[in-house]
C-alpha cells in the first residue's frame, strides 16, 4: 500500500534559520505530491504540490522537489518567521483512478523570536 | 468558489445527543471526505463519497452516521458519542476524474462530547 513517512517533531527554530521537513514516500505509479499546513485551531491548507517527477512546488517563500530516484518531497524554506510555526503535512494522491489521499504523521515547527 | 465550508464550527454535546455536522461545496466535486482528527496528529479516514454513494467506511462504530443528500452536501450525524469522540471532524473534497489535483479542507468542526 501507499504510505508516507515525516520526520518526528517539534522541529523548534529560530526566526530567519533555515528549515528543510523530510517526506519520504511509497507508492506504486506515479503519485502527485503535497504539502498542507495547519495552524492552531484551523483546518488543512494546501501549501504547495508537485504532480511529477521534477517539479518544483513553491509558495510563500517554501519550497518541494518530486525526487523520483530518491522517493522524496522535503519541505524547504530559506528564512522562516514566527507565523510560520504550524504542523505540516506531507501527503500524496496515487496514480491510476484511486483517488484517497494518503498522510504523513506531521511535523510541528515552532518558531522563536 | 475554492470553498469547503463547515457548519457549526464548535459543538459541544452531552452523550445522550443527537447532532448534524454539515459540509458543503461548489468546486463540482464528486469525491467527499469526513476525517476525525485529534490534537498533533494526522486526519484519520473515516468516510468516503463519491458521485453521492458511500465507497470507503473505515470500520466507523455506527454511532456516526454519514449522508450525502446531494453533490454538494455532506452531513455527519452524531447519536450515543463517548468522551473520546471529542476531536476536530474535518470535511474534504476532490475531483475524481482529474489527476494532480488536491483535497480541499474545510476549516473543521471542533466537537466536544461531555
Known amino acids: 500500500g501507499n504510505s508516507v513517512t515525516q520526520m518526528e517533531g517539534p522541529v523548534t527554530l529560530s526566526e530567519e534559520a533555515f528549515l528543510t521537513i523530510n517526506c519520504t514516500y511509497t507508492a506504486t505509479g506515479y503519485p502527485s505530491l503535497f504539502w498542507y499546513v495547519q495552524y492552531p485551531g484551523e483546518g488543512l491548507q494546501l501549501l504547495l504540490k508537485a504532480t511529477k517527477a521534477d517539479d518544483k512546488g513553491s509558495n510563500k517563500g517554501f519550497e518541494a522537489t518530486y525526487r523520483k530516484e530518491t522517493t522524496s518531497f522535503h519541505l524547504e524554506k530559506g528564512s522562516v518567521q514566527v507565523s510560520d510555526s504550524a504542523v505540516y503535512f506531507c501527503a500524496l494522491f496515487p496514480s491510476g483512478g484511486s483517488y484517497i489521499p494518503t498522510f504523513g504523521r506531521g511535523t510541528s515547527l515552532i518558531v522563536h523570536p | 468558489d475554492t470553498e469547503v465550508t463547515q457548519t457549526p464550527k464548535h459543538l459541544v454535546m452531552g452523550m445522550t445527543n443527537k447532532k448534524s455536522l454539515k459540509c458543503e461545496q461548489h468546486m463540482g466535486h464528486r469525491a467527499m471526505y469526513w476525517y476525525k482528527q485529534k490534537a498533533k496528529k494526522p486526519p484519520e479516514l473515516m468516510f468516503v463519497?463519491?458521485?453521492?454513494?458511500?465507497?470507503i467506511n473505515e470500520s466507523v462504530p455506527s454511532r456516526f452516521s454519514p449522508e450525502c443528500p446531494n453533490s454538494s452536501l455532506l452531513n455527519l450525524h452524531l447519536h450515543a458519542l463517548q468522551p473520546e469522540d471529542s476531536a476536530l471532524y474535518l470535511c474534504?473534497?476532490?475531483?475524481?476524474?482529474?489527476?494532480?489535483?488536491?483535497?480541499?479542507f474545510g476549516q473543521g468542526t471542533r466537537l466536544t462530547v461531555v
Open positions: 463519497y463519491s458521485y453521492e454513494k458511500l465507497s
Open positions: 474534504a473534497s476532490s475531483p475524481i476524474d482529474r489527476s494532480g489535483t488536491e483535497a480541499f
